[in-house]
């Protein structure tokens, strides 16, 4: 057993003399699931955001991401991870109703593009929130490309049961405010997971093939990857390409170093990014012939534009910074978001992985966590990369501290530091979710073909399916799926009555008088 799963072995401990283990269950989780509407012909659709479903600007769980045509559905937090995704399902019973003809891509990786101009941008209506929100777009538009934007993913919002922090604070013995202990204990949390994250996309990663549409506004990069079928580029032994350097690991942001040893420097180093002029994106401007084409020629336009596995997030008030938001109130939970769609599932996320997260994340928080070094920080984004593209290569070692290790050896590590964990999460349950949970996943660990990555590719072969093909397939079945299970009266009311609601407000946010945009994005990045 490793030194760190010692710690966390001596803090369960703790918590176990004093009865207190219960209180690591009921940790608050969410889900946010982009998917990318599809039209009959099979490509990216044209049509606006559906106005059944309400306000892309005001839904509080139907909205957009970056294009008009990938949707993005939000869950409420709940405490029982089945009430989560029993609530996905009946937003996705909903959407399905509206979607006329149309379905949604069932995988990450987006097919159906036809160059960049195929991919519209999300519109928000006319009010300086909304202007915003499309202006931002049309930057990472700019910089990376709209191809990139198109990539769909699943966010795991997961917020450690606030009973729990005072009770660690004591078993340590900080004296540390309680504010300042859980900000410590959450970004203690995303340290280690930064160490281990990888497993996620070993285990979960769906995206080991790509259309080579993809790459029609960036050519160069077909060459890394070998070819599957005349329409079909991957690697044989690749995870999750989404997770890559061609997907959401931009090279652009390779130099940024963003301090996540502690809030107000995690704070102050994103403020900095955001704050300074960079020379590529300066070129471009920021409104030519009167139109803006990017909020501003920094580094990043605005937090959202940093790509990371795992964010700190606090709840912000409106029009309020990400950044202040967390300044002023802390961290409220985190966001997770490596986590591709799963093809083989209609709602894109199971409830063994959701248990298997939710116990993982925990196991971050409770084993020691040391502060990030550069150096250490190149070595865990040079792994992430290596499972995104090689994963399930036999014999694939990955840098743990100062040496190699195979990837198995280390997952069986991680495994092991989570079984009291998951047997503390089942509680009474006689069917052991969670330890059932952490039980497939090991099969996964002693067998790659049983992961994502390496079904579809059998799938694809054995079916001599190109990517697009495949994925469009699973995704047909998956609007049978919803076309057979439509939502009861109940669901289709509350919904129906949220869309129209969301109508509304923005009507009411569009009917107050608007000050300048100039001085909205002035006001709105001053702010400190």
């Not at 709209?146 to 340590?172: D, K």
């Not at 079984?419 to 089942?426: H, S």
């Not at 049983?450 to 001599?464: C, D, E, G």
Request: aromatic fraction near 10%.
């Amino acid at each position: 057993m490793t030194t760190l799963n010692n710690a966390l072995s001596t803090r369960l401990d703790q918590l176990s003399a004093n009865g207190r283990q219960q209180l690591l269950c009921g940790g608050l989780k969410g889900i946010e699931k982009e998917s990318l509407r599809i039209a009959r012909d099979g490509f990216i659709a044209q049509t606006p955001h559906p106005r059944a479903l309400g306000s892309a600007l005001t839904h509080p769980c139907i909205t957009t991401d970056y294009s008009e045509a990938l949707i993005e559905l939000i869950t409420p937090p709940f405490a029982d991870i089945k009430d989560s995704l029993d609530y996905l399902h009946k937003v996705h019973q909903f959407v399905y109703q509206h979607l006329d003809n149309e379905m949604l891509l069932g995988a990450s990786m987006p097919c159906g593009i036809d160059g960049d101009l195929s991919i519209p941008i999300a519109e928000y209506g006319s009010s300086n929130v909304g202007r915003m929100k499309h202006v931002y777009r049309h930057g990472l538009w700019h910089r990376y490309g709209r191809t990139m934007q198109s990539i769909a993913g699943i966010h795991f919002n997961y917020s450690v049961p606030e009973a729990l922090w005072p009770v660690l604070q004591q078993q340590e013995r900080s004296p540390l405010s309680l504010e300042q202990f859980k900000a410590d204990g959450y970004f203690g949390l995303i340290r280690n997971f930064q160490r281990m994250g990888w497993l996620i996309l070993y285990l979960f990663g769906a995206s080991p093939a790509i259309c080579k549409s993809f790459f029609n506004s960036r050519p160069a990069l077909m060459a890394q990857f070998e070819e599957f079928d005349n329409g079909t580029l991957y690697h044989p032994y690749a995870t999750s390409l989404r997770m890559s350097d061609i997907g959401y690991k931009s090279k652009n942001q390779e130099g940024l170093k963003i301090d996540y040893n502690a809030l107000d420097g995690y704070v102050d180093s994103l403020s900095a990014a955001i704050n300074t002029p960079y020379p590529e994106y300066q070129k471009i401007g920021t409104v030519v012939d009167g139109q803006y084409r990017q909020l501003n020629g920094n580094i990043l336009q605005i937090e959202n534009e940093f790509y990371s596995t795992i964010r700190p997030k606090q709840i912000a008030r409106s029009c309020e910074k990400p950044t202040m938001a967390l300044k002023y109130r802390g961290v409220r939970y985190v966001e997770m978001r490596s986590l591709d769609l799963d093809v083989f599932h209609p709602i894109g996320i199971d409830e063994d992985k959701a248990r298997f997260i939710e116990a993982l994340l925990l196991c971050c928080l409770l084993q020691d966590s040391p502060k990030t070094s550069d150096r250490e920080h190149q070595v865990n984004n040079a792994n992430q990369l290596a499972v995104a593209h090689y994963g399930r290569k036999p014999g694939l070692e990955l840098q743990q501290g100062q040496q190699k290790v195979p990837l198995q050896q280390w997952a069986a590590e991680i495994m092991e530091a989570m079984q009291p964990v998951c047997a503390i999460l089942d509680r009474d349950d006689a069917d052991k979710p969670y330890s059932s949970a952490l039980a497939k996943q090991q099969r996964l660990v002693d067998n790659p073909d049983l992961t994502a990555s390496a079904r579809m590719l059998q799938q694809m072969m054995q079916r001599q399916q190109p990517f697009a093909r495949f994925a469009l397939t699973a995704s047909a079945e998956h609007q049978l799926y919803f076309k057979t299970n439509k939502p009861d009266k109940t669901t289709d009311r509350m919904f129906a009555d949220m869309a129209a609601e969301s109508l509304v407000k923005q009507q009411e946010i569009e009917s107050q008088e608007q000050i300048p945009f100039d001085e909205f994005l002035r006001q709105y990045f001053s702010q400190s």
